[in-house]
């Protein structure tokens, strides 16, 4: 079964940096395009940055482009999201997961990120 566990979250002050975590099990990793996703309260959930397999092909979401950092290290099945100048509106529950897993509708509990003074 396809186990995704986030971390890293926490409250932080706008402009400050956190990096999340994203620990994956249940299925091959390494060869396993990755995302990155939130959700505020009353808001849809986004893709917020995506790398393949191997990690030499990113994708971000204008709103982040420049600010977060999405990488991985396929040998710790280990995906992981830089944050950098975190302003208010990032505040989200942050998810990892395939493309595949999510259209499935299964999701892990995420990782909270809190930007406020």
């Known amino acids: 079964q396809v186990q995704l566990v986030e971390s890293g979250g926490g409250l932080v002050q706008p402009g400050g940096s956190l990096r999340l975590s994203c620990a994956a099990s249940g299925f091959t990793f390494s060869s396993t395009e990755m995302s990155w996703y939130r959700q505020a309260p009353g808001k849809e959930r986004e893709m917020v940055a995506t790398s393949t397999s191997a990690g030499a092909s990113t994708n971000y979401a204008d709103s982040v482009k420049g600010r977060f950092t999405i990488s991985r290290d396929n040998a710790k099945n280990t995906m992981y999201l830089q944050m950098n100048n975190l302003k208010p509106e990032d505040t989200a529950v942050y998810y990892c997961?395939?493309?595949?897993?999510?259209?499935?509708?299964?999701w892990g509990q995420g990782t909270q990120v809190t930007v406020s003074s």
């Open positions: 997961n395939t493309v595949i897993v999510s259209r499935q509708g299964s």
